[in-house]
């Protein structure tokens, strides 16, 4: 089992509506949890970091996490043609030196 | 000023070579990392220092060897490059190693032929 598993897609939303991705990760020591766009030839960029049980909002961005289920989400609403792009989930486990990163699932915004 | 720089951004070599990517931080964080992303976009940590101290070694070929002069600095080599050695590869920087945002540079593409 991957540590941190994400669809890599491609998920297609229409311009306007809300995308939904979604992360499931492996390790219930898992304490902290961060959502990265990368564009296209681009280098990752944080987006939202989430700690705790619930749901955290930022913009038109909110990241749900629910640790029992072992899963993390990523909203967007108003999904525009410029959130086109890779995002991905990555996870750092208590007492690791290190953040794990899913594969990605790719956005796409139809105009 | 960009907060994490990496040079070259593009490097195109043979195989057997060596070569060296720099990298440098000016965010004044003490961990830095070196990621690899392959053709699948899969990102993948190499190493990671803190405070100059290599604290992870992701079971990364001897061929690869990384150097912290000081913490704001994490330089790689590669030596006897290797076709499967060609993908994107990124510097990044945090405060502290356990969790908090990393930061990255804009990334190396390093093509073996």
């Known amino acids: 089992q991957k540590e941190v598993e994400q669809n890599s897609g491609p998920l297609s939303v229409p311009e306007g509506a809300i995308a939904s991705l979604n992360c499931t990760y492996s390790d219930r020591g898992s304490q902290s949890f961060f959502w990265y766009r990368q564009y296209s030839g681009k280098s990752p960029e944080l987006i939202m970091f989430?700690?705790?049980?619930g749901d955290k909002e930022d913009g038109r961005f909110t990241a749900q996490l629910n640790k029992a289920s072992q899963y993390v989400s990523l909203l967007i609403r108003d999904s525009q043609p410029s959130d086109s792009a890779t995002y991905l989930c990555a996870v750092n486990v208590r007492g690791y030196q290190k953040v794990t990163f899913g594969t990605g699932t790719k956005l796409q915004v139809i105009p | 000023d960009t907060a994490v720089s990496q040079t070259p951004k593009y490097l195109v070599t043979q195989m057997g070579n060596d070569k060296s990517i720099k990298c440098e931080q000016n965010?004044?964080?003490?961990?830095m990392y070196w990621y690899k992303q392959d053709s699948k976009k899969f990102l993948k940590i190499m190493f990671s220092?803190?405070?100059?101290?290599?604290?992870i070694n992701e079971t990364v070929p001897n061929r690869f060897s990384p150097k912290s002069p000081d913490k704001a600095h994490l330089n790689l080599h590669i030596n006897s490059l290797e076709l499967g050695d060609s993908a994107v590869y990124f510097c990044?920087?945090?405060?502290?190693?356990?969790?908090?945002?990393?930061?990255f540079g804009e990334g190396s593409w390093l093509t073996v032929v």
């Open positions: 990044a920087s945090s405060q502290g190693h356990s969790g908090n945002t990393i930061y």
């Open positions: 220092y803190n405070n100059k101290e290599l604290i």
């Open positions: 965010l004044g964080h003490d961990t």
């Open positions: 989430i700690y705790s049980n």
